[in-house]
């Protein structure tokens, strides 16, 4: 078999997925934010997306009926781990883990992604060095809307830990979001759609929206359109501060999107030191308080940052405070004598 013959491997005669959807009566869930895409062509479209899987390890999030899992399996990985919740999905699923035997290893698992250890799908896979080449392991899903944009802040932190399935070095994603969601993803400085998503992701990856799916692709077809976005670990992250301080920054500066930035800063600190340590903030950080959120490059977002972080160093209480706790369960710096305030 020649090179370019490996590279696409043909399934023998197999029902279509819109046949095993009637023969399983298998019915989309709204709950679980189900949506079905029959198109071969697009579902072919969204695999190439992901580059070369030609020997590679893949994990599919939530195949359902297995259309996805078609075109990766045509495009010969070594290894298909596909993490399913629905159990009504795993005839279709084993049918195709039986066609394919001694061509590509295909492996079920039942489980929730959000709770699913994605190291588990490729601790076989031998570890690369980070800022070499990416690792030959990819993740792709039709992810359902609900739970999105929670799941990639997870694989987000997974990425900055370089834990999951980072540990094995820079794993590449192809994933399926509504198309406000993929556009807040990749939105640049002074985009209309710039937000907390935006810098979480281009801090630690470079994402990429590669083209949108309509919506009557889907079965049954969702109100909105769908971005399919790639998105590549950065071989050095834009910053070494840890995950949950930079998204709590993050979230204050976005939390009022058409007010001062200040405002949203104020808001990480108690009542009785909040004026002089937003001023030291914006000291340090050499940014104007008045700018407004969408403004800001991520390099600025982690000045703001770092100048928190360097008050945490010295007031470890400050991190534990949250404005939007009930006003008897917050507390004042002054609670403690043995927390001075030194205002640099």
């Known amino acids: 078999m020649s090179v370019a013959a490996k590279r696409v491997l043909r399934l023998p005669p197999l029902p279509t997925i819109r046949d095993l959807v009637k023969l399983y009566r298998l019915q989309a869930i709204k709950q679980l934010s189900q949506n079905f895409l029959m198109d071969e062509r697009l579902s072919d479209k969204i695999v190439r997306a992901a580059g070369k899987l030609d020997g590679n390890t893949v994990l599919e999030v939530g195949p359902g009926p297995g259309g996805i899992t078609r075109s990766i399996i045509r495009r010969c990985p070594k290894?298909?781990?596909?993490?399913?919740?629905?159990?009504?999905?795993?005839?279709?699923?084993?049918?195709?883990?039986?066609?394919?035997?001694?061509?590509?290893?295909?492996?079920?698992?039942?489980?929730?992604?959000?709770?699913y250890p994605t190291e588990l799908a490729f601790a076989d896979v031998p570890v690369t060095e980070w800022e070499g080449a990416r690792a030959p392991i990819h993740l792709i899903g039709n992810l359902p809307f609900a739970?999105?944009?929670?799941?990639?802040?997870?694989?987000?932190?997974?990425?900055?830990?370089?834990?999951?399935?980072?540990?094995?070095?820079?794993?590449?994603?192809?994933?399926?979001?509504?198309?406000?969601?993929?556009?807040?993803?990749?939105?640049?400085?002074?985009?209309?759609q710039r937000c907390r998503l935006s810098v979480m992701s281009q801090i630690w990856t470079v994402p990429f929206l590669k083209f949108i799916i309509p919506g009557r692709a889907f079965v049954p077809p969702p109100d909105v359109n769908v971005a399919v976005v790639t998105i590549v670990p950065l071989k050095v992250p834009k910053t070494q501060l840890?995950?949950?301080?930079?998204?709590?920054?993050?979230?204050?500066?976005?939390?009022?999107?058409?007010?001062?930035?200040?405002?949203?800063?104020?808001?990480?600190?108690?009542?009785?030191?909040?004026?002089?340590l937003t001023e030291q903030v914006f000291r340090e950080a050499d940014l104007d308080p008045t700018l407004r959120s969408f403004q800001l490059s991520v390099e600025e977002c982690l000045r703001l940052a770092d100048a928190f972080h360097n008050i945490v160093k010295k007031h470890p209480r400050i991190d534990q405070f949250n404005y939007r706790a009930p006003k008897d369960q917050r507390f004042l710096l002054s609670d403690d004598p043995s927390d001075v305030l030194e205002v640099q």
């Open 79 to 115: 290894r298909l781990v596909l993490v399913e919740k629905d159990r009504r999905f795993l005839p279709t699923l084993e049918l195709l883990q039986e066609a394919t035997q001694g061509h590509v290893e295909v492996s079920i698992v039942r489980d929730d992604i959000l709770k």
């Open 242 to 276: 840890p995950f949950d301080l930079v998204e709590k920054v993050v979230r204050h500066i976005f939390s009022m999107r058409q007010k001062y930035i200040r405002r949203g800063i104020g808001n990480l600190f108690p009542e009785d030191v909040r004026e002089q």
């Open 147 to 192: 739970i999105s944009t929670r799941l990639l802040i997870n694989w987000l932190k997974d990425v900055s830990l370089r834990r999951g399935a980072w540990a094995s070095g820079r794993a590449g994603m192809t994933l399926t979001f509504q198309q406000e969601v993929g556009e807040r993803i990749t939105a640049p400085i002074l985009d209309n």
